[in-house]
């Protein structure tokens, strides 16, 4: 079964450094995600992408953040000056949504655990 | 915003037992998708629900749409040890041609041998 893939599992910063935390989706998806998920509680929604640019933000994604698709494979989600609340599991997801949403399926990454020191 | 609420936050359950966790919405929702996620894992779609008063079923789990659109529940029967994990429930809001996942808070399933 295809699958997203994300590296690294884990990555340790100190605070203030650049991070970015890379993603290949499934091939022929359209669509990307990052989810972030702080230990415990509940999967939070950061940026959806499409056709190289973002369609959707919460609010949690402020100028620290940025997303990129440099190439045909990778998505990436770059985070300016960490700080220690950015410590969390970071998902990404890919889906092949055409604009019916009842095909819309999203598969997720195994996530990178990022720590901030 | 738009929010779901889920109930109960933690289940314990005895294997072989019953139970169902609930999402519930203030407002109608165009759709529902159900997540699981096993402990150290990520999550992993189970089912979409669009249609009202909607039920499917895999195997032992049961999933619901109320009639209004602002509810939906998952029943899992004769519940066992490979239950474990947190279920969300998640809204796909659209906005145009885009949308963003909303997940709930999560029920926490414990399953005791």
């Known amino acids: 079964e295809p699958e997203v893939t994300q590296t690294p599992s884990h990555q340790v910063t100190q605070m203030g450094q650049e991070v970015i935390l890379r993603c290949v989706p499934i091939s022929n998806h359209l669509y990307f995600y990052w989810y972030r998920q702080i230990l415990g509680q509940k999967v939070e929604f950061l940026v959806s992408f499409y056709n190289n640019e973002i369609s959707e933000k919460s609010e949690i994604f402020d100028d620290q953040f940025s997303v990129e698709r440099p190439d045909g494979s990778n998505f990436t989600l770059k985070i300016r000056s960490t700080k220690l609340e950015d410590s969390a599991m970071y998902f990404c997801?890919?889906?092949?949504?055409?604009?019916?949403?009842?095909?819309?399926?999203?598969?997720f990454g195994a996530g990178t655990r990022l720590s901030v020191l | 915003g738009q929010q779901v609420m889920q109930i109960p936050q933690y289940q314990h359950v005895q294997e072989g037992e019953d139970f169902t966790t609930y999402c519930n919405s203030s407002?109608?929702?165009?759709?529902i998708q159900w997540y699981k996620q096993r402990p150290g894992g990520h999550p992993v779609f189970l089912i979409q629900?669009?249609?009202?008063?909607e039920v499917k079923k895999q195997k032992r789990l049961t999933f619901q749409f109320g009639e209004a659109k602002k509810n939906s529940s998952l029943h899992i029967t004769a519940t066992q040890t490979t239950d474990v994990g947190t279920y969300f429930c998640a809204q796909y809001m659209t906005t145009d041609s885009w949308g963003k996942f909303q997940f709930g808070a999560g029920t926490q399933v414990v399953v005791t041998p």
């Open positions: 629900l669009v249609k009202s008063g």
């Open positions: 997801a890919s889906s092949a949504r055409l604009l019916d949403s009842s095909k819309n399926i999203q598969y």
């Open positions: 407002t109608t929702l165009s759709n």
